[in-house]
């Protein structure tokens, strides 16, 4: 969402006519006691320790981060082998690099992935509820080449489980899998111009290139909060369900829980999907709220499978890019998707569509321009463009039309929840897109449940962890499991995350490289890593539908393994020029969004409150689709400008 605000450079002009006044008069809100509001909710949350507030799921905490999915024990003998490809990673990422290169005729390759199935955040994920809020028709990737029908316009965790095992029948990917294996280092060997990758089941392998794709989302984190340690009751982290304890399955049934009283602490995404199931399960549930999320109407369907059948080629495409069009506001004739995210994206531009001034007004600027100091000094398109911006003022039109979508959000929170004081305190107050938005229709009634208690911490979040329970503000809530939806690392060591360390060139480790803040070329190369691939939103595209930009980046990667098979190379390395220019322009386009983020409750989408302090750790700032398209010219142009291929 960072992109979010780079729309000034795309809105079209030559929209109705209307006064600004209109849009900001009779809307049953004060936008300035809002905006102080907002500011208050966001000041409360800020603090120093920004990512220092979780702990590593190392040590003592690793049994976090052991698969409950697979039969302990497995074994199997170490490998040696020389392959062409090492994929790391066997999520969609993973998975759609390995189809991409088998479509271009490289079979040679081998998906290390630590789980005991393809899947990545899919397979971890498997928590009670869990389900993407994408629509289905864009989130599943190589839809037109598998002929799935997705079930319901959103999809489930056991579907799309289901889903990466038809990717994986469709392109034979098991026979190319080492599962239920780590990589625990990767070392480049400039003698051998080769990847030296070792793994936790003593495999030896040389690999002529390496493609990370370990996951944007992949290491659960915990709070740092005093006493995680002395807890006696059962506990886990939400992306690795305890089944065998709670009973059920990913579609509820909690049957395990019925004389259980059970705190869940966090109120993302995730929290918002399992909270229901909890609730209908639990004797008790404490559900210990930090800040709450947006909750707006899911509103979920069945596919109607003569529509499926009758998309023309080529659909999957158009709609994806219609999806994601709409998200940064660039101009489209229709809106296909057409639900709660569009309608959000819809509502946040329309109000500036509805401002743009006409033609004439804009003839009218140029001709006058030579009367005016910044023509000269800005020149005749960037004058006239100012003049344009100044005339809509569109960040408060955005803001303005957010404040409604907003009073909406918090409105559905007053007449879903009977208690007032715990409507009051599930509502929401920031932008839509400070957090990532929610979208459920059984959240907010589950706090109608005699047996749901929502203990708001006011962004605080909780005081102490007890050898029985959960401490707030001087009252022990005494239970018999802890469930951390406490989320995942973002913005800390690329390597910590990965899980695995990689030195390049002369021994430089990527931790060292990136010390001071990212440094790519179009988010895949890094210059001193030859061969390595990066998969990722970071200096990269960034979608909401996150499996289109996996599905960009495979094709480029695959672009550039065969251009390099064709001439021959077999070193790739970006050049110092090219990088250099790529992080001057992700720096250039940060600064498009960082106002946005600054105004935001901190979490993981404004590096926890600590805005730009590298700005170069960015995604792209002009949004995906500009990104796309960049990438896209890069490729026919053919030449791999800004690559040294030897
Ligand atoms: P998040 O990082 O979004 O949420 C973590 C939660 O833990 C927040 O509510 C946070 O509060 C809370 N928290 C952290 N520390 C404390 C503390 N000390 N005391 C109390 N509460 C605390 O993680 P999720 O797993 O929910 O979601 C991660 C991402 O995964 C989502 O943003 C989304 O991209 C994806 N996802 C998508 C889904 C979908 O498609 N519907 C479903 C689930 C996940 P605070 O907000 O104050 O930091």
Same mark, same amino acid.
């Given at each position: ?11 079209? &002009? ?424 929610? &979208? ?48 995942? /690392? ?21 931790? /060292? ?118 990438? /896209? ?14």
């Amino acid at each position: 969402m960072f992109y979010l605000l780079s729309v000034r450079e795309k809105v079209t &002009f030559g929209g109705t006519m209307a006064e600004a006044t209109d849009t900001f008069t009779n809307l049953g809100f004060d936008p300035d006691a809002l905006r102080n509001k907002y500011r208050e909710e966001r000041d409360k949350r800020l603090r120093q320790d920004g990512n220092d507030q979780y702990i590593e799921v190392k040590g003592d905490f690793s049994r976090y981060v052991d698969d409950p999915y697979v039969e302990p024990g497995f074994s199997r003998e170490s490998i040696d082998a020389e392959i062409e490809v090492i994929i790391i990673g066997g999520g969609f990422g993973g998975m759609l690099a390995a189809a991409r290169l088998r479509e271009i005729g490289i079979d040679d390759f081998r998906i290390i992935e630590k789980g005991g199935d393809f899947g990545g955040t899919w397979y971890w994920n498997r928590y009670p509820g869990a389900s993407c809020d994408i629509e289905s028709y864009v989130y599943f990737p190589l839809l037109e080449k598998t002929d799935f029908v997705p079930k319901q316009k959103y999809t489930n965790a056991p579907e799309t489980l289901e889903y990466c095992g038809v990717i994986a029948e469709k392109y034979s990917l098991h026979e190319n899998a080492l599962l239920q294996t780590e990589v625990i280092a990767t070392e480049w060997d400039e003698e051998s111009g080769r990847w030296k990758v070792s793994t936790n089941r003593a495999d030896n392998i040389s690999a002529k290139y390496v493609v990370h794709s370990n996951g944007p989302l992949n290491r659960p984190k915990l709070p740092a909060i005093r006493g995680i340690n002395d807890y006696k009751g059962h506990t886990f982290h939400t992306s690795r369900w305890d089944y065998a304890y709670t009973g059920g399955d990913s579609h509820g049934n909690l049957s395990g829980l019925a004389d259980k009283k059970v705190a869940i602490i966090g109120t993302g995404a995730t929290a918002v999907q399992c909270v229901p199931h909890l609730g209908a399960a639990a004797k008790e549930l404490y559900v210990f709220q930090r800040t709450p999320s947006s909750i707006d109407v899911r509103n979920n369907q069945a596919t109607d499978p003569n529509w499926m059948a009758s998309q023309q080629n080529g659909w999957q495409d158009e709609r994806r890019k219609n999806f994601e069009s709409l998200m940064v506001g660039a101009p489209v004739k229709e809106d296909l998707v057409n639900d709660g995210w569009t309608e959000a994206f819809r509502n946040l531009f329309s109000g500036v569509r509805d401002l743009a001034p006409s033609k004439w007004r804009i003839g009218l600027w140029a001709l006058l321009g030579p009367l005016n100091r910044d023509f000269y000094r800005l020149g005749f398109k960037q004058y006239v463009t100012k003049k344009v911006t100044d005339y809509m003022d569109l960040s408060r039109q955005m803001e303005i039309a957010d404040f409604k979508k907003m009073e909406g959000i918090r409105a559905r929170a007053d007449e879903v929840v009977n208690d007032k004081d715990t409507a009051e305190a599930l509502k929401p107050y920031y932008r839509q897109f400070c957090k990532r938005p929610c &979208f459920h229709d059984e959240y907010l009634s589950t706090f109608n449940r005699a047996n749901v208690t929502l203990v708001h911490t006011d962004g605080r979040g909780i005081d102490e962890i007890t050898e029985n329970g959960v401490i707030f503000e001087g009252t022990e809530y005494e239970v018999d499991c802890i469930i951390f939806a406490t989320g995942f /690392e973002v913005g800390t060591d690329y390597s910590r995350r990965a899980g695995y360390q990689i030195r390049g060139v002369d021994g430089k480790s990527i931790s /060292e490289k990136w010390a001071d803040g990212l440094s790519t070329f179009h988010g895949m190369h890094s210059r001193g890593f030859p061969n390595a691939f990066f998969f990722g939103p970071a200096q990269s595209g960034f979608t909401a539908t996150y499996t289109y930009s996996l599905d960009e980046q495979s094709v480029h990667l695959a672009h550039i393994l065969g251009k390099a098979r064709e001439r021959g190379a077999n070193r790739i390395e970006a050049s110092e020029r090219a990088e250099t220019e790529w992080v001057k322009t992700i720096i250039e386009k940060a600064r498009l969004t960082a106002d946005f983020q600054e105004k935001c409750t901190p979490g993981y989408y404004n590096n926890e409150g600590n805005v730009n302090t590298k700005p170069q750790n960015n995604t792209y700032g002009g949004g995906p689709i500009e990104f796309f398209s960049l990438m /896209e010219k890069w490729r026919e142009q053919g030449n791999l400008d800004g690559l040294e291929l030897t």
